[in-house]
């Protein structure tokens, strides 16, 4: 009886050892990196003021380009590099930042706005060049409209930088 459970036991222990360690080849990011090691993330121009009713906000184009590359860094094992010879490329540019109005109250005044972010992003990968692309990414924040922007634009922007940056990881490194 005792030999039995001692052999119940290594079954167990090695059975979960075995399903423990498959789970390795899992990323819970959905990132596929393929042989690339490094990336670069130039700096996204803002040429928001370029679309009609568009503004533009300063420092947005850095903030943009940081979080993007602390969103690779925090969801891959990429090092990030500034030397032009990354193995997977990010550029692109800031091309709308729009506030509009969304719902409007009895006295025909706006109840809600809504702020509007839309980058062009570039990719190239060196590794596997059939992966590159170009194309928009956009999101949105919706605030009451009694509210003043520079109240909630930090808010704003992280909500819209978060989606964003997770758009452009997904399209580049995702392999669903």
């Not at 003021?49 to 860094?73: H, K, N, V, Y």
């Not at 109005?101 to 009895?106: G, Q």
């Amino acid at each position: 009886m005792n030999f039995l459970l001692k052999t119940k036991n290594r079954a167990l222990i090695l059975l979960l050892a075995l399903s423990i360690s498959s789970c390795g080849i899992y990323n819970f990011t959905g990132g596929n990196q393929g042989l690339a090691k490094t990336f670069q993330v130039n700096y996204f121009q803002n040429y928001a003021s370029q679309s009609p009713g568009s503004t533009f906000e300063p420092g947005m184009d850095r903030d943009f380009t940081q979080a993007l590359q602390e969103r690779i860094m925090n969801q891959s094992s990429l090092d990030l590099v500034n030397n032009n010879n990354a193995d997977l490329l990010y550029e692109g540019e800031i091309t709308e930042y729009r506030i509009s109005p969304m719902s409007a109250t009895a006295q025909q005044t706006a109840a809600q706005n809504r702020l509007t972010v839309r980058v062009k992003c570039r990719f190239f990968n060196k590794t596997k060049e059939d992966v590159d692309f170009e194309q928009n990414f956009s999101f949105f924040y919706d605030y009451d409209a009694n509210v003043q922007l520079t109240s909630i634009k930090s808010e704003a922007h992280e909500v819209i930088f978060e989606r964003i940056t997770q758009d452009i990881f997904n399209a580049s490194l995702a392999d669903w």
